[in-house]
């Protein structure tokens, strides 16, 4: 199994300047390029304080310059925000400024914050159709002289310039949760990136699943990687009590993510107030007895007992997700525990 970082800068009152919080991602990517983690993610959202991330191919083109081995990858860009000659592009200046180290993440994308600014109104869930154009653009624009005709982009024969580096083309992974999805990705050759969010290993296990029918459908392509998303908190053995300190804090992240939602505030400067604990009194996924259960919190050997579980069905990589509104020393403590004490029993 290999490990990923997954991060963004997060702010939620305004008590961190940005590029105090720039600092403190980059000082990860490197805490985790030094410990062996094969890549570092950062995903594209818009208008949004609590993930501040309006440009995943800035803060990775300038992380390519602070490390050397990380590969680099978008988790990931929005599908329907983008005209797929400029994201074909400017990720191919990506791959051309890291030396070939580009992971190239496409999602149809969430929130419908983001939709009702970016696509004047869309619903969120009519993504799809320009992700499932965007691929074969991309691969078409990437390889050069492409033209296309759809329902969403028509474009005349183009070149991406620049073109990648990496050969034969950069990774491309695909978000998928339905079983359409799965398929598509792996018709592709695509590799797909899963998160259970709140739920439970159950969901894990059923995501593996729908990945593995689509393998089955399609014994044409090999297998493509599999990669699983979880947020992560990692405290020492003798810490008995040490989940609950990891538990209150994505409890929080919770309840922000819920309201961006819900999406039935008025923005206030990029930010929304999170849920009330009233709010999400009824849902036991909030609970903090769930959140220890569901999500990564643990010692060192609970993890890597869970870790192996994954391994075993057939997930390739394990992606360590830091977004969790804890103070900097905190998320930075957990991940140093992570790659000393969990990762050496993967090698």
Not at 49 to 69: E, M
Not at 144 to 167: A, L
Not at 197 to 215: H, I, P
Request: charge should be negative; include cysteine; hydrophobic fraction near 40%.
């Amino acid at each position: 199994m290999q490990f990923s970082l997954f991060l963004h800068m997060e702010r939620y009152q305004g008590d961190k300047s940005h590029r105090q919080l720039f600092e403190e991602l980059c000082e990860l990517v490197k805490i985790a390029e030094a410990s062996g983690f094969r890549t570092a993610w950062i995903g594209e959202h818009h208008g949004m304080q609590f993930t501040s991330s309006p440009s995943p191919v800035a803060q990775l083109s300038y992380l390519a310059a602070k490390t050397d081995r990380i590969r680099l990858g978008a988790g990931t860009f929005v599908a329907p925000f983008w005209d797929p000659i400029r994201l074909a592009g400017e990720s191919a200046l990506l791959d051309v400024i890291s030396s070939g180290r580009l992971e190239f993440g496409i999602a149809r994308g969430a929130y419908q914050f983001e939709f009702d600014r970016m696509t004047n109104g869309m619903q969120a869930s009519e993504g799809g159709a320009a992700l499932r154009e965007m691929v074969p653009a991309i691969r078409g624009l990437w390889k050069g002289d492409y033209s296309h005709q759809g329902e969403v982009y028509n474009f005349p024969t183009t070149t991406s310039v620049p073109k990648p580096i990496q050969q034969p083309l950069p990774p491309i992974w695909i978000a998928a949760r339905d079983p359409a999805s799965h398929d598509f990705a792996v018709a592709n050759a695509c590799n797909v990136m899963v998160t259970a969010l709140m739920k439970g290993d159950e969901e894990v296990a059923d995501l593996a699943q729908k990945f593995n029918t689509a393998c089955a459908d399609h014994p044409e392509v090999d297998r493509p990687e599999l990669m699983f998303l979880r947020h992560t908190y990692v405290h020492e053995e003798k810490d008995a009590d040490g989940w609950r300190r990891g538990a209150e804090a994505l409890q929080r992240f919770y309840r922000y993510f819920y309201a961006w939602f819900k999406n039935d505030q008025q923005a206030v400067d990029g930010f929304f107030e999170p849920a009330s604990e009233e709010d999400v009194a009824s849902n036991p996924e909030f609970s903090l007895e769930s959140l220890h259960r569901n999500m990564m919190i643990g010692t060192p050997s609970e993890l890597v007992e869970r870790l192996k579980k994954y391994e075993a069905l057939g997930i390739t990589e394990y992606s360590y997700w830091t977004d969790n509104t804890l103070p900097f020393e905190e998320k930075k403590r957990s991940l140093e525990l992570f790659a000393s004490e969990v990762m050496p029993h993967f090698k």
